[in-house]
């Protein structure tokens, strides 16, 4: 169990013991607001625009195109890539109604700094890297060292969390009767399961005492979510654990029986291709996480169209599908045999109304906190020593659980993850605060949102007579990170449903809301989407 918290995130992978500290991809849905004074209207890549006056539409294709992702983030690309290079499916089209691509994945440079806006890292698992090196970017992959230490803050000491499972018996994280209780509920010493859907409070506590939720899974959660894990289901936002117990009778059962089943089933060899990453650890580019959606857009090329405004959808008697742009050129029509919609559920759900209104419905429902990125820099020097290891700030960050009266989710330590990410004898931090917990962020001006950071760091990391830090960006986005509530999987299905059920069939939706919210998800979730597309032109269109 990725992973973005958050405002850190663990990666969804991990083990619940052993969080990694990194933003999800798509982590972000809705457009921020920049290090400004001023508050604009946010606007989305993909919603209904007012009735539009210009001449009729211009047809762009005479033969429709065999699929139109919606969204140029990184689900959006990546599905695209993954129909041409998996599927041999070329004929597609990229829509994004921004005048750029990669959505919410925001690398910024100035005076010696590099620094991430949105999502900040990603898990090197496999189909993550078979992108990376589809898209030509496998000799400027950066990773962070897998031993880097995180730290969780209790008690006002930051503490580090075990990295190994021979680290467990000596962390000072949790009491000695903690982590017995937490032995005992991961071997099925525990109350069974309810007869209900489980929030993520509700299954560890039962599962593994209440020491591991409240000083390792709560911040966990707002790591991967900035989410309330009383509100979080277990079953939709950490999956892979929930089915441990649901197969395995606890969750120290369902790991055993899944090695077993894993080592039964002979897996095809990996690709000679991939990098062999060492250990648990994360990755970026040696310019940032925007190097991916530019490189795959330009291996994409004129298939890409920037500023093109979806306004409406309509199912042709052909079984086709007419999509309505508002674009530089007038508004365009464009016809094609399948769509995938990978932008943000609610304005999806726009989008569908016409068509669905049981689906539209659905989608409506799904809550997006905001989450305010505060990128900050401060001298070496400014580090309490007791933080320092061999003289200098290691570690991948640190996260804050609500209980310790800070307002920051968490902290990444950016130069000391990924290298030249500050000037020599600066540290780089970047923060996260606000979530479904704190959503007044949205009432605090960027001054604010810096000083309520800078104030929880001289609580434990910055001296508190250190100089006010270098300011790089502050951005807020207003929607962040859908939020898998008790009850998630249940509304995606009836939004499937209801479109497959009314003849809306080759009408896919997709990104973070369905795959799940680090960025390795969104790449796997990408490679789920095409081959549910090329099945269906397979089986359905060119049988």
Known sequence: MATVFNGILFPPNQTLLRPSLHFPTSLFTSPPRKFTRSRPNPTFRCSIAKESTSSPPITRDSVPVDCVVVGGGISGLCIAQALSTKHAKSNVVVTEARDRVGGNITTLERDGYLWEEGPNSFQPSDPMLTMVVDSGLKDELVLGDPNA???????????????????????????????????????????????????VEE?????????????????????????DPSKLSMKAAFGKVWRLEKNGGSIIGGTFKAIQERNATSKPPRDPRLPKPKGQTVGSFRKGLTMLPEAISSRLGNKVKLSWK???????????????????????????????LTIPSHVASTLLRPLSAAAADALSKFYYPPVAAVSISYPKEAIRSECLIDGELKGFGQLHPRTQGVETLGTIYSSSLFPNRAPPGRVLLLNYIGG????????????????????????????????DPFVLGVRLWPQAIPQFLIGHLDLLDVAKGSLRNTGF?????GGNYVSGVALGRCVEGAYEAAAEVNDYLTNRVYK
């Not at 467990?168 to 982590?179: H, I, N, R, V």
């Not at 008697?317 to 399948?338: A, D, N, R």
């Not at 069939?505 to 939706?509: A, D, I, N, Y």
Request: glycine share 10%; aromatic share 8%; proline share 8%.
């Open 149 to 199: 230490p995180r730290f969780v803050l209790w008690n006002g000491k930051l503490r580090p969390v075990p990295g190994k499972p021979s680290d467990l018996p000596f962390f000072d994280l949790m009491s000695l009767g903690g982590k017995i209780r937490a032995g005992f509920g991961a071997l099925g010493i525990r109350p069974p399961p309810p007869g209900h859907e489980e929030s």
């Open 203 to 227: 299954f560890v506590r039962r599962n593994l005492g209440d020491e591991v939720f409240e000083r390792l899974i709560e911040p966990f959660c707002s790591g991967v979510y900035a989410g």
């Open 310 to 340: 979806l306004i409406n959808i309509s199912k042709l008697e052909s079984g086709e599908y007419s999509l309505m742009y508002e674009t530089p050129e007038g508004v365009v029509s464009l016809q094609c045999k399948t769509v995938v």
């Open 436 to 467: 479904a917990t704190n959503t007044g962020i949205l009432q605090k001006t960027d001054s604010e949102l810096v000083e309520a950071v800078d104030r929880d760091l001289r609580k434990m990391l910055i001296n508190p007579n250190a100089q």
């Open 505 to 509: 069939e080759g009408l896919f939706l």
